[in-house]
């Protein structure tokens, strides 16, 4: 496990009327100590970047705010499936419009994974084993096959710096107990229908998604927190470009990934070392990707 300043990540400026919780590799968490939501969280999305684990150097402008507006359009869309962790997007003028007030949740600690397509980790798996997470799948599938249907493969929650690692079903339930384990498949596969028939709709493949569910303590209710449908937790493909066999064309940080293992960047992924700083043409190009996306799903302007 390392801690926030040994991964880069800067300081969490002071936010006055709260308490500085904790800082991830993307988000800074804060307890709010004053007014009416004193005892609830805000959490702001900064321009942070992570790949591999690392926490790069080079940010990404405005992607605080497009993650913050796409999460909060998507939780509209899933309102009737499963009720979000939100309770305002009302924020100190300092992070207006790249943060929200959510609630306190028990989080569960598991990631939740839904995939409709075979690419990054799970195809490792299944060239590996012929299965992902103890799922079996049919022979002959590439990077970028689209999937009989969905699967719910899901991963450990590791601690900040380290690596989250695939795990079976089983060994969810045996972590959680066999009815949350199976609660939680269920809505994250009722979600991920509903994200990628929308996304469908607007000319973007959905390959695959992660999310994370927490109980909220005074009903006992499952509840989506954290960011939701990003093109931080998830792979967003235009449908039109879609080509089995070979890397697909992203909306999402995969960018980023393919410029650090390509032999432009000069990095070693087993030297331990961080990814250097990205080339201004690879920040430019991811940040006009994430606002490509935004603009396509919701079919608001930046």
């Not at 269920?186 to 493949?205: H, P, Q, S």
């Amino acid at each position: 496990m390392s801690d926030a300043a040994t991964l880069g990540i800067p300081p969490a400026p002071a936010i006055e009327g709260t308490r500085h919780v904790h800082s991830g590799k993307v988000r800074d968490l804060y307890e709010i100590t004053e007014g009416e939501h004193a005892g609830e969280l805000l959490m702001v999305a900064s321009d942070r970047l992570s790949i591999f684990d690392f926490v790069l150097e080079s940010t990404i402008p405005d992607k605080g705010e497009i993650l913050t507006r796409m999460s909060l359009w998507w939780f509209e869309q899933l309102r009737d499936l499963v009720p979000s962790h939100i309770v305002t997007a009302d924020v100190p003028a300092a992070v207006r419009g790249r943060a929200v007030v959510c609630e306190r949740l028990d989080m569960f600690p598991v990631e939740c994974v839904a995939r409709g397509y075979l690419t990054g980790s799970g195809l490792l798996d299944y060239r590996a084993a012929g299965a992902v997470c103890g799922v079996p799948l049919p022979e002959g599938l590439d990077d970028g096959s689209r999937l009989p249907e969905p699967i719910f493969t899901p991963a450990t929650k590791a601690d900040l710096g380290d690596h989250d690692e695939n795990v079976s079903f089983d060994a969810v339930a045996t972590t959680i107990g066999a009815d949350d384990a199976a609660a939680l498949r269920d809505l994250t596969l009722a979600v991920y229908e509903r994200a990628e028939g929308l996304a469908r709709d607007r000319g973007i493949i959905l390959a695959d998604t992660k999310l994370e569910f927490g109980r909220r303590p005074a009903d006992a209710a499952l509840v989506l927190g954290d960011e939701v449908l990003t093109p931080d937790s998830s792979r967003f493909w235009p449908a039109n470009e879609w080509h089995p066999g070979q890397t697909q064309p992203s909306y999402d940080k995969q960018i980023v990934r393919n410029w650090a293992l390509s032999p432009e960047s000069g990095w070693d992924r087993s030297s331990g070392d961080a990814p250097p700083p990205l080339p201004t043409e690879v920040v430019e190009h991811t940040r006009a990707r994430y606002v490509e996306a935004f603009e396509l799903l919701t079919g608001e302007t930046f």
